[in-house]
């Protein structure tokens, strides 16, 4: 372990003089990488369905582990998408001249050697390599093992690109040990690693926020919530509920729980669940919803699940003030999202909700680093230090002061 991560380490100091243009030109070559080697990667890839379909993995896991020739394609325009952005590295966020007469420019520098732990979505191991290379960083990934033939083969293909333009492969390789005890081992070598970031169960997360003596920006769970307001528009509503909960239940932007006024309980609930019951939703909800609708029971324990499966619970609510008590008590501080036409109603939920994320009108599935143009993330951070939200390549910089002196000294 100590060996592999010098090797990064060393790595690091390489990838921090690379201009930008060399960077760019690169990614585009990772890209097409992947676009002429996709028959590779589907083979990796079948391998590992066969061993999920083996394993009775769930669906949700399924779908996320599940590559295409279009999810392929995806992640080399994803990667063409992080070539594209402006550098990262070396901007001058600040300066001025000091009383001494010095002058002081507060600039971008890359954040070093950044570990992500990951479970299931192979397409992960492009995106983080992509977005750790763009913004000057080394990039050790832990895939799951339901992942690991196809994690494999990508990071095969970015590691030869790297080789073939004389850079070290060990700016973006996958950790030797993927046991737990080699994730134990990692999380503590803050001699070697800059910042971790987990991103996965609830589980891995507590565990490597207890354990880590590295510095961690977690990717926590999605509690994700929809309040419709008593002055929503009603198609407006259904369309954007609808899509947040059954467009991908198995991502972390996907809708748990959806609150709705108990002023228009009566009126929309009907329509709600005939929209969710077409798509196999099974609905749960609060006593007052089951007076209205037919559901299953509500429990304490489903407004604090993230379910990440066609389930869904709902809850009538006194008004705004309701929905934002609810939320305070049960969200993960991710993506909540209102309905309402109402513009004072809707301020005061955008602006009192505490989350990374705060929709009006709008699905939360957009909690996507692509969707916010960001090519892609290294994870959705529910952290407040020092990223929050989706993680592109702004937030995988830190920042020097670059002090320019002519011979003064400090009286």
């Not at 760019?24 to 079948?46: G, P, V, Y």
């Not at 394993?55 to 594209?84: F, T």
């Not at 109603?345 to 009192?352: G, R, S």
């Amino acid at each position: 372990m100590e060996a592999f991560l010098k090797e990064a380490k060393d790595a690091s100091r390489a990838l921090s003089t690379l201009g930008g243009r060399e960077k760019n030109d690169i990614l585009c070559q990772m890209a097409e990488a992947l676009r002429e080697n996709r028959e590779k990667i589907l083979r990796a890839n079948a391998l590992d369905m066969a061993d999920a379909e083996q394993n009775e993995l769930s669906s949700a896991l399924k779908d996320r582990l599940l590559l295409d020739e279009k999810r392929i394609e995806g992640m080399a325009k994803a990667i063409e998408e992080i070539a594209s952005l402006k550098e990262p590295v070396g901007r001058v966020l600040d300066g001025w001249y000091a009383d001494a007469g010095f002058k002081i420019e507060k600039v971008t520098v890359p954040i070093g050697v950044i570990g992500v732990i990951y479970e299931s979505r192979p397409n992960v191991t492009a995106d983080v390599g992509a977005l750790c290379f763009k913004s000057g960083n080394v990039a050790i990934l832990k895939g799951g093992k339901e992942a690991q033939h196809s994690n494999r083969a990508i990071a095969d293909l970015l590691q030869a690109v790297l080789v073939a333009n004389g850079l070290p492969k060990a700016a973006i390789s996958l950790l030797p040990d993927s046991s737990r005890e080699g994730v134990a081992k990692l999380i503590k070598q803050d001699a070697y690693v800059d910042l971790i970031v987990p991103r996965g169960g609830e589980a891995l997360i507590r565990y490597v926020s207890t354990n880590a003596t590295v510095p961690v920006v977690k990717h926590d769970k999605g509690l994700c919530h929809t309040y419709i307001d008593e002055d929503a528009d009603f198609d407006k509503a259904l369309q954007v509920a609808v899509n947040a909960k059954c467009r991908r239940t198995g991502i972390c932007g996907a809708l748990e729980t959806l609150l709705i006024d108990e002023a228009i309980a009566q009126q929309i609930l009907p329509r709600i669940a005939e929209a969710y019951r077409a798509q196999g939703t099974e609905i749960r909800g609060c006593e007052r919803t089951r007076e209205i609708i037919a559901a299953n029971e509500a429990t304490e324990q489903d407004y604090e699940t993230e379910y990440l499966e066609n389930i869904l619970t709902i809850r009538v609510v006194e008004g705004v003030e309701g929905a934002i008590s609810h939320i305070t008590r049960y969200g993960s501080q991710h993506s909540e999202a209102i309905i309402t036409e109402n513009y004072s109603t809707a301020e005061q939920f955008l602006n009192e909700i505490d989350a990374a994320c705060v929709y009006l009108n709008t699905s939360t599935q957009f909690t996507d680093g692509g969707e916010f143009g960001f090519g892609a993330e290294v994870g959705i951070s529910t952290n407040k230090l020092h990223a929050r939200g989706p993680m592109g390549v702004s937030e995988l910089t830190t920042y020097k002061y670059k002090i320019y002196g002519n011979g003064e000294t400090r009286a």
